[in-house]
């Protein structure tokens, strides 16, 4: 069966299948412009896409699978440093975007995506096991690697993901997220084309883009759930929906609660990682509780351990690491055998970094993270070392250090601390910005004189207010 097996087989006309932003396709349309794409790729192994907002990253990445490449991402505001990074990391041999787009020094030629361009070529199914995406996530330090997923395992994910939610091709998916990450690519436009119903993507996630799209199923990240439950109207209109669901951070109780007062909904809750796609979830046919992310998807396992990786009771209240194993796991780090090591057990299961608890009846509860270093924000995964290194970057700079501080409307903001010379916070933040992608710049800078260190000199980074 094919990876995007209701577009390969939809015959229904109707003109607004997909929607991103002003821009509209049936599915034998947008078939035929996807195949017009794979007719140009043909052959390649590895194809990068400018992953904008928009209908030309729908088609770039549907030829792409078809002709079989695996699709690398790249976040359009993305940085110099980080791009660069990432094409080179990843050996892209194509990178599709709109023609004059700048790729760094031997970079791979760019290849724009022609929305007049369509083929009826029937490109062949690749093998199951090849590479889909690789999807490039920050981890405690460095420059962010490539998570390889193959396309059984967005597959896997999917078929789960639909039987949980009662997803059809009677729904019409509405949502405004990025389309370089798992929740807006993978679920948010790889679902409706796997699943069937239609797509509307509002460009961003603004709740009255939210309320005016009339959908049945809405995904959100938190902060987008807690911008429209603060604007009552917005929440009002969602009433008419069939389900509402959030993921990529905690949603805290008080915005499922207002959330539920506003609309008549109980938004399902559900967990997963870059690493291992969408594993845990609450279900439309079940009843659904604030703070916990529901059971394990079909085909997955897990397992919570102390620190010395016995598994804790589950009784509701022990907490501890969760592994994760099953068919939704990714293949490994791109050119980091180290690090794919050192993410799983001896026994193969993942180490989520996440501490969990489980009940009885297997509904499970993620109450934080065992690394401070990673950071959450608006549902963004943040690496402080990155920043770090990108703050460091600056001649004025001579020491800093990067945590995650509590935040109202993103759950956590990137905080820097800062040791420099003559140098001000607007201008350190627009210096990030500059060089990685937006998301990643501080919200807030501290000018310090000195950071806080123990005897080894390690920078104590709970005294910064670290969570
Ligand atoms: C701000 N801007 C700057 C700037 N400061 N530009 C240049 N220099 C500066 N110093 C601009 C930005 O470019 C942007 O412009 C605008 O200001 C706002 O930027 P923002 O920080 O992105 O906006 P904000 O409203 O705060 O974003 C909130 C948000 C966003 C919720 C919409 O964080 C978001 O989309 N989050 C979703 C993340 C996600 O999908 N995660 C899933 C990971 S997968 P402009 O022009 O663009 O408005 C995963 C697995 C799982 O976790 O379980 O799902
Ligand atoms: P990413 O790799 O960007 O997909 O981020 C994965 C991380 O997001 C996980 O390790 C969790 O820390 C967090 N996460 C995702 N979904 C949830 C959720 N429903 N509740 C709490 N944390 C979540």
């Known amino acids: 069966m094919s990876l995007l097996s209701w577009l390969a087989e939809a015959t229904d006309e109707r003109p607004d299948a997909v929607r991103v932003g002003d821009d509209a396709v049936s599915w034998p349309r947008l078939r035929g412009l996807a195949a017009a794409v794979a007719d140009r790729l043909h052959g390649l192994d590895r194809v990068a896409i400018e992953a904008t907002p928009t209908l030309h990253t729908v088609v770039g990445v549907t030829g792409a699978l078809a002709a079989g490449a695996a699709v690398v991402p790249v976040p359009p505001d993305a940085g110099p440093r980080e791009r660069d990074h990432i094409l080179r990391d990843c050996g892209a041999q194509a990178l599709l975007a709109p023609s004059g787009t700048?790729?760094?020094?031997?970079?791979?030629?760019?290849?724009?995506?022609?929305?007049?361009?369509?083929?009826?070529?029937v490109h062949r199914e690749p093998d199951p096991r090849?590479?889909?995406?690789?999807?490039?996530?920050?981890?405690?330090?460095?420059?962010?690697?490539?998570?390889?997923?193959?396309?059984?395992?967005?597959?896997?994910?999917?078929?789960?993901?639909?039987?949980?939610?009662?997803?059809?091709?009677?729904?019409?998916?509405?949502?405004?997220?990025?389309?370089?990450?798992v929740h807006g690519l993978v679920l948010g436009?790889?679902?409706?084309?796997?699943?069937?119903?239609?797509?509307?993507?509002?460009?961003?996630?603004?709740?009255?883009?939210?309320?005016?799209?009339?959908?049945?199923?809405?995904?959100?990240?938190?902060?987008?759930?807690?911008?429209?439950?603060?604007?009552?109207?917005?929440?009002?209109?969602?009433?008419?929906?069939?389900?509402?669901?959030?993921?990529?951070?905690?949603?805290?109780?008080?915005?499922?609660?207002?959330?539920?007062?506003?609309?008549?909904?109980?938004?399902v809750e559900r967990y997963g990682m870059t690493e291992t796609l969408i594993t845990l979830s609450g279900r439309a046919d079940a009843p659904r509780r604030a703070g916990t992310v529901g059971t394990a998807l079909p085909g997955v396992r897990t397992r919570i351990v102390d620190e010395h990786g016995a598994a804790v009771p589950a009784d509701g209240a022990a907490m501890g690491e969760l592994l994760v194993r099953g068919p939704t796991l990714f293949e490994g780090y791109l050119n980091r055998p180290d690090a794919d090591a050192a993410s799983r057990t001896p026994q193969g299961?993942?180490?989520?970094?996440?501490?969990?608890?489980?009940?009885?009846?297997?509904?499970?509860?993620?109450?934080?993270?065992?690394?401070?270093?990673?950071?959450?924000?608006?549902?963004?995964?943040?690496?402080?070392?990155?920043?770090?290194?990108?703050?460091?970057?600056?001649?004025?700079?001579?020491?800093?250090?990067?945590?995650?501080?509590?935040?109202?409307d993103l759950g956590q903001q990137v905080t820097a601390y800062v040791?420099?010379?003559?140098?001000?916070?607007?201008?350190?933040?627009?210096?990030?910005?500059?060089?990685?992608?937006?998301?990643?710049?501080?919200?807030?800078?501290?000018?310090?004189?000195a950071l806080p260190r123990n005897a080894l000199g390690k920078v104590q980074k709970s005294l910064l207010g670290a969570e």
């Not at 950071?375 to 070392?385: D, F, V």
């Not at 004025?396 to 501080?405: K, Q």
């Not at 060089?435 to 710049?441: E, G, T």
């Open 102 to 121: 700048p790729v760094p020094g031997g970079g791979p030629p760019v290849v724009p995506v022609d929305l007049r361009q369509a083929s009826d070529t």
């Open 130 to 181: 090849d590479t889909a995406l690789i999807l490039y996530t920050s981890g405690t330090t460095g420059a962010p690697k490539g998570a390889v997923l193959s396309r059984r395992a967005i597959a896997a994910c999917l078929d789960g993901l639909a039987e949980a939610w009662a997803w059809t091709p009677d729904d019409l998916l509405v949502h405004g997220l990025p389309l370089f990450h």
């Open 189 to 267: 436009v790889l679902g409706p084309l796997r699943v069937g119903g239609r797509l509307h993507h509002v460009g961003r996630p603004r709740p009255e883009r939210y309320a005016a799209a009339a959908g049945s199923l809405y995904f959100g990240v938190p902060t987008v759930w807690s911008r429209i439950r603060d604007d009552p109207a917005a929440a009002r209109a969602l009433r008419p929906a069939r389900l509402l669901v959030s993921g990529s951070a905690p949603l805290p109780e008080a915005v499922f609660s207002g959330l539920a007062a506003l609309s008549g909904h109980r938004v």
């Open 349 to 408: 299961w993942f180490r989520t970094g996440d501490v969990a608890s489980v009940g009885p009846d297997g509904w499970h509860r993620i109450v934080g993270r065992a690394a401070t270093d990673l950071i959450k924000s608006g549902g963004y995964r943040i690496g402080a070392g990155e920043v770090e290194d990108a703050l460091l970057a600056h001649p004025r700079v001579r020491e800093a250090a990067v945590v995650g501080t509590p935040h109202p």
């Open 419 to 449: 040791v420099g010379d003559g140098i001000s916070d607007r201008e350190l933040i627009d210096f990030v910005a500059r060089h990685l992608s937006v998301h990643k710049r501080p919200r807030q800078v501290r000018l310090v004189d």
